[in-house]
């Protein structure tokens, strides 16, 4: 089984805003964010995967999940050279 850490950015039309999170199926987890299902603050707004990592331990990917939350800088980067 793989997991994965994800970041979404929001469509245009909405406020930019990004969110970082975790799942074992990124399309799946897409979709529940889009209606609304997902983590409170990706409530209204439609979302697009901009990178996503993967993992072969839960441990790492939550570890991972983690560091990305906390480091700005680094999701300022991945934003920058959007890959999808």
Not at 21 to 37: C, P, Q, S, V
Not at 39 to 67: C, D, H, N, P
């Amino acid at each position: 089984m793989k997991f994965y850490v994800y970041m979404l950015k929001t469509l245009e039309g909405f406020s930019n805003k990004t969110y970082v999170g975790y799942t074992i199926d990124i399309d799946k987890r897409l979709a529940e964010h889009n209606k609304g299902k997902g983590a409170k603050s990706t409530r209204g707004y439609q979302w697009k995967v901009i990178y996503k990592k993967s993992f072969k331990l839960k441990t790492k990917a939550l570890s991972f999940e983690y560091m990305l939350k906390k480091d700005r800088n680094k999701r300022m980067l991945i934003l920058k050279n959007e890959k999808y």
